[in-house]
């Protein structure tokens, strides 16, 4: 009687779990559709390609993630306003939200739904803003970007957003940021453990800013997200390597390989799975230094939150596209 007790309960909480996954799923799809149908509309009024608008508020809620402590969104779009600069620096009234006294104060908001409203909580409003903003410069890419960067102030925040609107083109998705993959074959001989924060010798003092995936020689590397190739080459630490910037602002970093995968250059853009170079044991020294310690895949994850960049622990992530992986291949 026990059995088959726990049994039921069992079988409630797997049939509770996936409704919640699939209810999650939906929402976020449901998400997507209304970003997409906003850039797209602002792109009808204004001119300005949409995938540079997604690229922007990809790049912007990247950076609320990286920033938990800052401020939310109450929509759909991350592209953040404060309320001095929206209504205006000389304005005393912060939730002002007439397109007339905005303008006569010097605010950057304005109207973009047509309901004589320019508001901090409407989605519309925000998007419309932005791209008339970015619509001062011009409409092709060159000008967008220096719209941009007198913008921003800062040569990487215009490198990651145009990163992001050339895959947005390319794809022509806006679900791809969530797509993953695990860094080497499933069906390969690897093990890995959390070895991020281990104290390291070689080169001075420095700690582990990563996870150590050992594998054979030429054990496939593939990435692990959509991104843009921002790094190939050689580093006496990491020896032949790799950086992928995603979607959500993260670079991948991935080192000691034994090559690259033919072909692949700076600037590429990749998608989950794709294979970019080969396992080895590269580095330690000067260019082509091979063998001072056993083969395997150093792979590093790095945030960025507008000003700087830092590594976090890969270790957690791994382990849950590990997992993803091996259920969608059960599933298949």
Request: glycine letters at 12%; one cysteine or more; a negative charge.
């Amino acid at each position: 009687m026990k059995k088959i007790v726990v049994c039921c309960v069992l079988l409630l909480g797997f049939n509770v779990s996936f409704e919640l996954d699939v209810s999650a799923k939906e929402e976020q799809e449901d998400v997507y559709e209304k970003r997409l149908a906003l850039y797209k509309k602002t792109e009808a009024v204004t001119g300005v390609p949409w995938y540079w608008l997604a690229g922007v508020d990809a790049y912007e809620r990247g950076i609320r993630k990286a920033k938990p402590t800052d401020h939310g969104a109450s929509g759909v779009i991350h592209i953040y306003f404060s309320p001095q600069e929206w209504v205006g620096p000389l304005n005393m009234k912060m939730d002002d939200e007439d397109p007339v006294s905005i303008a006569l104060f010097e605010g950057v908001g304005q109207d973009g739904n047509g309901n004589g409203k320019a508001s901090l909580e409407e989605d519309e409003d925000i998007l419309y803003t932005f791209a008339r903003y970015l619509q001062s410069y011009g409409y092709d890419d060159e000008n967008i970007r220096i719209g941009l960067w007198d913008y921003y102030q800062r040569d990487q925040a215009v490198n990651i957003i145009t990163g992001h609107a050339r895959l947005y083109k390319k794809f022509q998705q806006l679900d791809i940021e969530d797509e993953r993959a695990f860094p080497v074959p499933l069906h390969y001989n690897y093990s890995y453990r959390s070895t991020w924060g281990d104290r390291r010798g070689w080169g001075g003092r420095r700690i582990h800013e990563g996870t150590d995936i050992f594998a054979g020689y030429n054990t496939p590397v593939r990435s692990t997200a959509y991104g843009v190739v921002e790094l190939k080459g050689w580093n006496k630490y990491g020896g032949w390597r790799i950086g992928i910037r995603d979607l959500s602002n993260t670079y991948h970093y991935y080192a000691h390989l034994s090559s690259f995968a033919e072909g692949l250059q700076k600037g590429d853009l990749v998608k989950p799975g794709e294979t970019i170079g080969y396992v080895g044991s590269s580095g330690y020294g000067k260019p082509g230094t091979q063998g001072k310690f056993p083969p395997h895949l150093h792979y590093g994850m790095y945030r960025d939150n507008g000003y700087t960049e830092w590594s976090f622990d890969p270790y957690p992530s791994l382990k849950k596209w590990e997992r993803e992986e091996r259920k969608q291949r059960a599933d298949r």
